[in-house]
T-cell receptor
Framework: AQSVAQPEDQVNVAEGNPLTVKCTYS??????LFWYVQYPNRGLQFLLK??????LVKGSYGFEAEFNKSQTSFHLKKPSALVSDSALYFC?????????????FGAGTRLAVHP | ETGVTQTPRHLVMGMTNKKSLKCEQH?????MYWYKQSAKKPLELMFV???????ENNSVPSRFSPECPNSSHLFLHLHTLQPEDSALYLC???????????????FGPGTRLTVT
């Protein structure tokens, strides 16, 4: 079955420290991967995507993600966390259904950045 | 703002009521989506419309009825809901949903639905 796993319900980081939010996937064929962020009382916002090419993808707000095919992972990273990065983060993978794209989302990881 | 608006933002309804959720996108996209977000559960895709045609119905109960009159508007009609239907309902849009396109989706702020 095609799926996305985010093994951590919550990640706690001190402001200024690097952060990593983990994601692993299981898909048939080439993986197309996405990260979204959800702030309180808001919808999801697109951060970045991996389609092909360079394994390190840069996105919005200083975030980047590293695609690792052998480990089937797509971890989200940021060199220096801000308190304002505190939010819910979702990893997603594209699957095909009847010739159309749809996204399968992980359960989400809550990131808490402490001053 | 993402260019996707949803109304109402909050809705409380009884199990015998009929109500509708509205979504509008101002991005010129051709695909629109309904998702259900419940606490402690992954986002659940409910329906997909591409160029106004429904391409996905993810085994959603018939008490949820979508309508897509044009590429900019999407409705979710609700009737005889159950308390377990209480959730955040998110609308999203993308340029296209066909297999050859890999466009990201843009989400609205959601409608927080409570069924009493």
């Amino acid at each position: 079955a095609q799926s996305v796993a985010q093994p951590e319900d919550q990640v706690n980081v001190a402001e200024g420290n690097p952060l990593t939010v983990k994601c692993t996937y299981s898909v048939s064929g080439n993986p197309y991967l996405f990260w979204y962020v959800q702030y309180p009382n808001r919808g999801l916002q697109f951060l970045l995507k991996y389609i092909t090419g360079d394994n390190l993808v840069k996105g919005s707000y200083g975030f980047e993600a590293e695609f690792n095919k052998s480990q089937t992972s797509f971890h989200l990273k940021k060199p220096s966390a801000l308190v304002s990065d505190s939010a819910l983060y979702f990893c997603a993978v594209r699957v095909l259904s009847g010739g159309y794209n749809k996204l399968i989302f992980g359960a989400g990881t809550r990131l808490a950045v402490h001053p | 703002e993402t260019g996707v608006t949803q109304t109402p933002r909050h809705l409380v309804m009884g199990m015998t009521n009929k109500k509708s959720l509205k979504c509008e996108q101002h991005l010129g996209h051709n695909a629109m989506y309904w998702y259900k977000q419940s606490a402690k559960k992954p986002l659940e895709l409910m329906f997909v419309y591409n160029f106004k045609e429904q391409t996905e119905n993810n085994s959603v109960p018939s008490r949820f009825s979508p309508e897509c009159p044009n590429s900019s508007h999407l409705f979710l009609h609700l009737h005889t809901l159950q308390p377990e239907d209480s959730a955040l309902y998110l609308c999203a849009s993308s340029q296209d949903a066909t297999s050859g396109s890999l466009y990201e989706q843009y989400f609205g702020p959601g409608t927080r639905l409570t069924v009493t």
